[in-house]
């Protein structure tokens, strides 16, 4: 969740520092801070409550000066976004700074040996014991990297830390325990950056290459970083030899090319995204799906008896539709299930098991859990991830990359339309390697999916129309999503949009439930959005429709061009276009992405960061 900088080189290490951290924003924003070596070799420190940028307003004088240095951008976990609760986190000594992302699942007993030993504690956080846990270990006569390691033996939980000596002798150790909180290590030309993600490290070598040797840190890995370089080691001090690679900055450049958000931005590369997940995996000579990056030979894909879709907020709604997909095109028996609750379950897993992930970061803490569980107990593990190199990716058996291009609006808009895209190709895959589609439903399907980049186009053309529609919801202050079937999920994503751009209480409800509670609820304070577009369903989402008109609610539906008569019922209509069955999840998602995102403009909300959350959840 927190962001993590840090930099050793021949220019001055503030300005990479803090132009990293602000690229590393979208994981956190309740404060921040940078540490500073000064020319003196003492340990310069400057923090702020709030967004990065605060680091430059805080009329705190001129910048620490010096070459090394760590930053960190914060979600808080343990105490409140206040100052003394922002890192970096510093020893009684000032010697040492330390910066977290993650938890430290033992600290109240660390804490309370070290305070009873005489260390002095500052914050509130977690973070601070490893400051003293370091310190502790120097002052019995051990190395700073010795002291490290000793403290990353002794603490419990995922995460990765950073830390950076006072003194002469330039030095960066940073750690990585468990599955959360990635580390990512880019060296060019004399200079090298630690960070918690590729995208924030490149742009900062500002190099003549502008390319990047990039390492990361797996598991109980650290590097030490000094101006000769890095060193790779284990929590013992063995040397590893880690396989690095070429990185340019052209890979992960980001703007906002000129929309007003990044979500904005987003929303409207949909049709790019969803061609982009097709790429090379449609033969449409042939009209077939064909998955050169599916991991399976043909017995194991034939032995297969279950699949379950995990992932976490708009992943596990990807989830949800696709275990619809699965079960539909793919033959098989098929659940989806939330990462968070199915790590902690004990769930039937053999090796004729398909466990699909799906994550956008492939970061986050529960869905790498999960799978780490399904791997562990012999089933087969397949990630649909957008992030290249992300653990989500390293633990799979493959992946099938989602290619959306990077994503940085807390709010996940194209890597969701890029997973159901995913979605529909690995189900008509099942289908057509177990002989559940026969030729003529395989190739309907794949003429279908192909005309989903225009068809999400046209849907973007009309801002005007969406613009209008929030003028006259966004005062509402409760919103019920109805949708049944493939779309019931849909109807969650909708509502999970607009409460955490908006900050509005949203409800996302399958259509059939309505009547077993939520109906209570309806009034003419309470908007309610219907999808109803003409699938099998339709019959039955009218009726659920009805029941709500007939209590005075007010009803915004979703449904498909030229249905005039259900139009006519409704107060104010969203219209997608006609389109096979399996593009309507897709199709539906943007007006409902596009309704968020105006309400939350209108009540003048952070779109790109809202308040609490943050773009990887690295955390439990
Ligand atoms: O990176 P992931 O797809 O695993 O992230 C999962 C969720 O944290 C994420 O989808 C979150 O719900 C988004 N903010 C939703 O817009």
């Known amino acids: 969740m927190c962001g993590i900088v840090g930099y050793i080189g021949g220019q001055e290490a503030w300005p990479i520092i803090y132009e990293g951290l602000r690229l590393l924003e979208y994981r956190g924003y309740d404060s921040a801070g940078i540490a500073v070596v000064d020319p003196h070799g003492n340990i310069q420190l400057r923090k702020t409550v709030g967004k990065v940028n605060g680091l430059d307003e805080d009329g705190a004088g001129p910048k620490p000066q010096g070459t090394v240095g760590l930053g960190h951008t914060r979600w808080a976990t343990h105490g409140r976004p206040t100052h003394e609760n922002a890192h970096p986190h510093t020893d009684c000594q000032k010697r040492i700074a330390v910066v977290h992302n993650g938890i430290v699942e033992n600290y109240r007993e660390l804490k309370r ?39 990353g033996r002794m603490v419990k939980g995922s995460q990765a830390i950073s830390a950076i000596l006072q003194g002469d002798a330039a030095q960066i150790c940073a750690l990585r325990l468990g599955h959360a909180g990635g580390i990512v290590v880019a060296q060019s030309e004399g200079q090298t950056i630690i960070g918690s993600d590729l995208p924030a490290l490149l742009p900062l070598l500002h190099t003549e290459s502008n390319i990047g040797q990039v390492g990361f840190l797996e598991t109980n890995e650290m590097a030490v970083v000094t101006r000769n370089g890095v060193d790779y080691q284990d929590l013992d001090g063995n040397p590893i030899v880690k396989q690095t690679r070429m990185v340019s900055q052209a890979d992960v450049q980001v703007d906002k ?104 970061s492939g970061e986050t803490a529960d869905t790498v859990a999960a799978m780490q569980m399904a791997k562990d107990k012999g089933g087969k593990l397949l990630t649909i991830c957008n992030a290249e190199g992300s653990q989500a990716t390293r633990i ?116 059939g439930e309505m009547k077993h509670g939520p109906i ?17 369903l339709y019959d039955k989402v009218v009726n659920n429709v009805k029941e709500v008109k007939a209590r005075d609610g007010r009803v915004l539906a979703v449904l498909t061009e030229g249905d005039t008569e259900l139009a006519a019922e409704v107060d104010h209509v969203l219209y997608i276009p006609e389109a096979p069955e399996h593009l309507i999840p897709l199709l539906a998602t943007v007006p409902l992405q596009l309704l968020a995102y105006n309400i939350a403009l209108l009540r003048e909300r952070d779109v790109d960061q809202p308040r609490n959350l943050a773009k990887s959840v690295t955390v439990e």
């Not at 005489?118 to 990297?145: A, N, P």
């Not at 399976?296 to 992943?315: N, P, W, Y």
């Not at 997973?419 to 026969?438: E, K, P």
Request: with cysteine.
């Open 113 to 151: 040996r070290l305070t009873d030993d005489g260390h002095v504690f500052e914050s509130e956080t977690d973070t601070e014991v490893l400051t003293h846990l370091v310190e502790e270990g120097m002052d019995q006569g051990l190395t700073f990297q010795e002291a490290f390691r000793r403290m």
């Open 257 to 360: 090319a000129g929309y007003q958000h990044f979500m904005l931005k987003e929303i409207m590369e949909q049709p790019q995204a969803v061609a982009s997940a097709m790429r090379e995996r449609i033969d449409f000579e042939a009209r077939r799906v064909d998955l050169p990056d599916f991991p399976f030979t043909k017995q194991e894909i034939a032995d297969l008896d279950r699949v379950i879709l995990i992932g976490c907020g708009t992943s596990l709604h990807a989830a949800q539709v696709g275990r619809h997909l699965v079960e539909r095109y793919g033959g098989l028996p098929a659940e989806a299930e939330s990462a968070s609750e199915f790590r902690y379950r004990n769930p039937y897993i053999s090796p004729r098991t398909l466990v699909v992930s799906i994550g956008q």
């Open 396 to 511: 799979a058996d493959g992946t099938l990359y989602m290619r959306a291009g990077i994503e940085i609006g807390v709010a996940s808009t194209k890597t969701f339309l890029a997973s159901l895209t995913i979605l529909n190709l690995l189900a008509i895959f099942l289908g057509q390697s177990r002989g559940i589609l026969d030729q003529e439903k395989s190739q309907e399907l794949v003429d279908g999916l192909a005309q989903a980049p225009r068809l999400i186009g046209d849907l973007l053309a009309d801002q005007a129309n969406y613009r209008r529609i929030a003028q006259l919801y966004a005062d509402f202050d409760y919103f019920l999503f109805l949708g049944r079937g493939v779309n019931a999920p849909i109807a969650s994503e909708g509502a999970l949009k607009l409460k955490e751009i908006s900050y509005i209480h949203a409800e996302g409800y399958p259509a």
């Open 520 to 536: 209570a609820l309806i009034d003419n304070a309470m908007a309610t959005v219907a999808l109803a577009p003409k699938d099998f």
